[in-house]
C-alpha cells in the first residue's frame, strides 16, 4: 500500500492508524507525527538559507523524514541512517519511489560519530539521551541539531526517578508541566553540547500531542558553550512561577537544572510561517508567534478553581493585563494557558474584576 505525507509518497505496512507514540516493529511509521515533518521541512529550508547542505536522519525507521527532505527542500545532500535491516531495505524502496538520491546506511548510528553533518536529526521511539552525545560529536564547527521525545510523561514528572537517570533533573509534575518537561530537555542538550565544547542555543521549540520537539543551534567554542549553560536555572511554583540561575541559592521543589531562556526565535518562526502549507502547521505558528518569551505560563482554570469564582474567556483575561500595563498572550502549551509578566497577586485581582 502506498501513502502520501506532503509531496511524498511512502510505502505502508500493516496498521498505520495509531495515535501517540505507536508501537515499536520493523518499518515503523507514526502518521500521529505528521505535523512534526511538516514543521521538519520548513525549518529545513530555514537550515538550507543559513548554508546548512548536508543533512542526517540518523534513526530513520522507514525514511520518511530524510526522504521527504531530499524530496521537498531544495539543496539539501541527505543522509539516512537506521539499525534494523529490514526497516533498511524499506527506506530504499521509499526513495526509489520518489525517484531521489538519498545516501543510505544500515548501521547504529554511535559508530558514526566521526562523520560531519550541517545538520543532524534523532527521532527516536522514547527518549533522545543515549544519542545526544553523538549527534553533537557529528555536527561541523556550525551548524543545527534537531530532536524529538516520545517519553513526554518522564520529562513532565509521572516518572520522576526515570527523569533524574536519564536526563540529571527533576521534574514537576502539575500545573506548567508540560513548559518545564521541554525546558528539562533543552537543559540536558544544553549541557550534553557544553560537554564537547559546543554552544547549543534553541531556534525554535514546542510541546505538541504525545511528544517534544527541539531545533538548537549549534556553535563551536567553549566560550559559545560558557554562555548556553549561562541560561540553565531552576524553577518554581509558588505564590507564582519563580525562576533562579543554576548557582543562585534555592529551597525545596525547584524544578531542573532547566533551560531558563528563549525556546524560540522569531526570525524562525516567521519563516516558516511564510512557507508553512497545511493549516495545522500555519495555526501552531501563528500562536507561537504571538506567544511571549518568558518562562512558564499560568492555567485560567486552576486559577478559577482556586479563587473559586466561574472562568471568565481567556481574551478577555488578556486584554484585562494588557489594559494594565502589563504584557500577556496565549501559550501553544495549554489551551487555556496564558504566560504574563504579571505577578500571581496582580493576576487575582484581575480574574476577580472579570
Given at each position: 500500500?502506498?501513502g502520501r ?22 518499518r ?10 511538516d ?14 547542505k ?13 526522504i521527504?527532505i ?9 543522509h ?22 538519498v ?7 554511535r559508530l ?24 553533537f560529536?557529528m555536527?561541523r ?20 526517578k ?6 540529571g533533573?527533576v ?17 540536558f ?20 500531542d ?36 543554576f ?7 525547584w ?97 476577580g474584576?472579570?
Open positions: 500500500m502506498i505525507e506532503g509531496k511524498t509518497k511512502i510505502l505502508l505496512y500493516g496498521n498505520t492508524g495509531e495515535r501517540g507514540p505507536g508501537t515499536k516493529k520493523d515503523f511509521y507514526n502518521p500521529a507525527m505528521g505535523l512534526d515533518r514543521l521538519c521541512i520548513l525549518f529545513s529550508r530555514y537550515a538550507v538559507k543559513q548554508g546548512c548536508k543533512f542526517l536522519d540518523g534513526l530513520g525507521a522507514t525514511g520518511v523524514r530524510g521527504r531530499a524530496n521537498e527542500v531544495q539543496g539539501a545532500e541527505v539516512i541512517n537506521e539499525i534494523n535491516p529490514v526497516s533498511y531495505e524499506v527506506i530504499k524502496k521509499n526513495a526509489s519511489l520518489n525517484n531521489v538520491n545516501n543510505a546506511t544500515n548501521s547504529d548510528i558514526l560519530c566521526r562523520n560531519k553533518y550541517d545538520y543532524v536529526d534523532i527521532d527516536p521511539y522514547g527518549s533522545p539521551a543515549p544519542y545526544a552525545l553523538t549527534a560529536q555536527i564547527g556550525k551548524g543545527f541539531a534537531a530532536f524529538t521525545a516520545t517519553d513526554k510523561a518522564t520529562l513532565c514528572g509521572v516518572y520522576e526515570a527523569c533524574i537517570r536519564r536526563y533533573a521534574p514537576m509534575r502539575g500545573e506548567g508541566m508540560k513548559e518545564t518537561g521541554l525546558r528539562i530537555l533543552i537543559g542538550l544544553v549541557r550534553t553540547a557544553a560537554m564537547l565544547d559546543f554552544g547549543a542555543y534553541p531556534v525554535f521549540s514546542y510541546s505538541h504525545h511528544y517534544f520537539r527541539v531545533y538548537l543551534r549549534v556553535e563551536k567554542g567553549a566560550g559559545k558553550g560558557n554562555d548556553a549553560i549561562g541560561k540553565i536555572g531552576w524553577i518554581c511554583s509558588d505564590n507564582g512561577w519563580k525562576v533562579k540561575k548557582d543562585e541559592n534555592r529551597g525545596k521543589k524544578a531542573g537544572p532547566l533551560w531558563i531562556g528563549r525556546l524560540s526565535e522569531s526570525n524562525v518562526i516567521k519563516f516558516m510561517h511564510k512557507h508553512a502549507e497545511s493549516e495545522r502547521a500555519k495555526k501552531l505558528l501563528e500562536l507561537m508567534d504571538e506567544e511571549l518569551q518568558l518562562p512558564m505560563y499560568y492555567e485560567s482554570s486552576k486559577i478559577c478553581r482556586h479563587l473559586k469564582i466561574p472562568q471568565p474567556k481567556l481574551s478577555e483575561v488578556i486584554d484585562k493585563l494588557r489594559e494594565k500595563g502589563f504584557s500577556a498572550s496565549r501559550t501553544h502549551f495549554s489551551e487555556d494557558g496564558f504566560k504574563t509578566d504579571a505577578d500571581m497577586k496582580e493576576i487575582e485581582e484581575v480574574f474584576q472579570l
